[in-house]
Structure formats: structure tokens, C-alpha cells
Nanobody, 120 residues
């Protein structure tokens, strides 16, 4: 079994910063793509950022130049540095990872989500 545990959410004023972390643990052989999604009330879940195991990254248009994704492969952990936060960034942020487990099976796992609230 594999678990993803997120941390780092909270309440921040517009223009502020937060750093989210997501650590994968359990029966892991390797971790491939790691991703951050967010879901605002009444809206669909959207991709915020993605990074593969080689370090290549992509971002959603609304967060480019403000958010930075990074990862520590030795710790199976992905981070999301969020700067210049706006009220529109408010939502629940979820981590997703594509994991090969010890039985050689590959599947995606989701974290439980962490709330980010940006006040104006």
C-alpha cells in the first residue's frame, strides 16, 4: 500500500507565499510523475503543476511565473512553492503521484488534500 501525505496549507493574505509538501511512503519501487491539483468551491479540479522523475515540469496557465514545483526523489517528496498568491488561488490542493509498487504494478495515488485560503 502507498500513502501520500500533504502538508503546508493555511491562511495567507494576498501577495503572500506558502509552501506545500507531499510525501509518498509505503510499498514503493519508484515514483514517476508527481502532480499538484487544486479544486475551488463549485469548480472542477484543475492541474496546477507536474514534474516527472527527471525534473521536467509543466504549469497551469494561471500559476506560471508564480508557482514552482520541485521534488526530492530520495525522499519521494514533491513541493509546491506558491508566491504572489491571489484570492483566486483559494481551494483544496491535492497531490497525485504515479507509483510503481514492490509488485511492479503502476497506478496513481492521491493525497487527502490541504486547504489554501488567500484573503484579499
Amino acid at each position: 500500500q502507498v500513502q501520500l501525505v500533504e502538508s503546508g496549507g493555511g491562511l495567507v493574505q494576498a501577495g503572500g507565499s506558502l509552501r506545500l509538501s507531499c510525501a509518498a511512503s509505503g510499498s514503493i519501487r519508484s515514483v514517476n510523475d508527481m502532480e499538484w491539483y487544486r479544486q475551488a468551491p463549485g469548480k472542477d479540479r484543475e492541474l496546477v503543476a507536474r514534474m516527472n522523475s527527471g525534473g521536467a515540469s509543466t504549469y497551469g496557465d494561471s500559476v506560471k511565473d508564480r508557482f514552482t514545483i520541485s521534488r526530492d526523489n530520495a525522499k519521494n517528496t514533491v513541493y509546491l512553492q506558491m508566491n504572489s498568491l491571489k484570492p483566486d488561488d483559494t481551494g483544496v490542493y491535492y497531490c497525485k503521484a504515479f507509483v510503481m509498487d514492490r509488485t511492479w504494478r503502476v497506478r496513481d495515488y492521491w493525497g487527502q488534500g490541504t486547504q489554501v485560503t488567500v484573503s484579499s
